[in-house]
């Protein structure tokens, strides 16, 4: 079993910033893809951005240019740093872990709104 925890979303203006956190309670070296995926309301869940273990990054092209993802196999976190964040970019976001099994994180509220 793995638990994925996700943090840092929050409120922010149109053209702000926010980097969200994935911890992992395993070690993510050897986890071949982790995801972020993101639901707004009414809609189905999309992935927004995925990273291998290899460090191959692929992104959604909604946000290709203004989001990144990247991992610290250290720390076991998994980051998306979001910019230029467009009130589009409004959902909750959940963290994704696939290596065979897959594994999803409770969500963090992100809301861009002035």
């Known amino acids: 079993q793995v638990q994925l925890v996700e943090s840092g979303g929050g409120l922010v203006q149109p053209g702000g910033s926010l980097r969200l956190s994935c911890a992992v309670s395993?070690?993510?070296?050897?986890?071949?893809?982790m995801r972020w995926y993101r639901q707004a309301p009414g809609k189905q869940r999309e992935l927004v951005a995925a990273?291998?273990?290899?460090?191959?990054?692929n992104y959604a092209d909604s946000v290709k240019g203004r989001f990144s993802i990247t991992r610290d196999n250290a720390k076991k976190i998994v980051y998306l740093q979001m910019n230029s964040l467009k009130p589009e970019d409004t959902a909750v976001y959940y963290c994704?872990?696939?290596?065979?099994?897959?594994?999803w994180g409770q969500g963090t509220q992100v809301t861009v709104s002035s």
């Open positions: 994704n872990a696939y290596y065979g099994p897959e594994y």
């Open positions: 990273i291998t273990s290899g460090g191959n990054t």
């Open positions: 395993r070690s993510i070296a050897s986890i071949n893809l």
